[in-house]
């Protein structure tokens, strides 16, 4: 029914080899592949990289690795062209993120669950914002969640405006949810994504789940309580090791 992904790209402006960088003493790509390999719906897990460091890497820890063009203009393309690759009849893959080591197994099955059974184009997770900070940050995306739990929007504002309002009341106004940007794709959606050229709104708020949703695309929202940490720079890796001492 279902298969996940794992784009991994050794160049990165902020953090470059960040794939392989050492965590606890594995490489944050293993941890990632470890993690969602807790999986119960998930057929197949597979690494698409462009870098033969990284699939060397990748092989050692036992990973399916699926080479891609260097020339793809978005993990979501590369996620489409390992898809094609795999040859798999299944309808549904989970785009795993590679910098986000604390994203589980189960966390991977209830956005499938969820997708399986709804008439939704894609699956993505929301958290609900707590704090002031967290909600006027625009590198926090927020998602407008409608009562069928189908997003009406995706913004790097703050939506929806409260008026008549001051801003530090809002939060306790109205619940606000924070974009938590993992993704699980029907396969005709993750076709029509890269068959559209960028989109308006996509170009504007520099967001590339509004190209499917400007499309007419439906994306269901699934609230999760859990507090994923992204490594986007080394000093993150310290704030997931802190994380993943204390799980253990």
């Not at 784009?7 to 594995?26: E, H, M, Y």
Request: aromatic share 8%; with cysteine; glycine share 4%.
């Amino acid at each position: 029914m279902a298969i996940g992904i794992i784009p991994a790209r050794f160049a990165s402006t902020r953090f470059p080899g960040k794939p392989l960088a050492d965590i606890c003493g594995k490489p944050l790509l293993q941890h990632v592949f470890e993690s969602v390999s807790t999986s119960k719906l998930l057929n197949r897990i597979a690494i698409a990289t462009d870098d033969s460091r990284i699939a060397e890497v990748a092989h050692s820890f036992g990973a399916e690795v699926i080479m891609t063009d260097s020339d793809l203009p978005s993990g979501t393309d590369r996620i489409f062209q390992a898809y094609l690759q795999m040859n798999t009849e299944d309808d549904i893959i989970v785009n795993i993120q590679g910098d986000e080591p604390l994203f589980s197994g189960h966390l991977a099955d209830e956005l499938i669950s969820r997708l399986s059974s709804s008439e939704a184009d894609v699956a993505t997770m929301v958290k609900k914002i707590t704090s002031v900070e967290d909600l006027f940050n625009p590198s926090n995306v927020k998602a407008v969640v409608g009562n069928n739990g189908y997003a009406l929007y995706f913004s790097r504002n703050t939506l929806p405006f409260v008026r008549d309002q001051k801003p530090i009341d809002w939060i306790n106004i109205h619940d606000f949810y924070k974009h938590v940007g993992v993704y699980a794709y029907k396969a005709r959606a993750l076709k029509r994504f890269v068959e559209l050229p960028v989109s308006k709104l996509e170009s504007l708020e520099q967001l590339e789940q509004l190209r499917l949703m400007e499309d007419g695309a439906r994306y269901l929202c699934v609230e999760t309580d859990i507090e994923l940490v992204g490594v986007d720079t080394p000093q993150d890796v310290q704030r997931v090791e802190k994380i993943l001492v204390r799980r253990n």
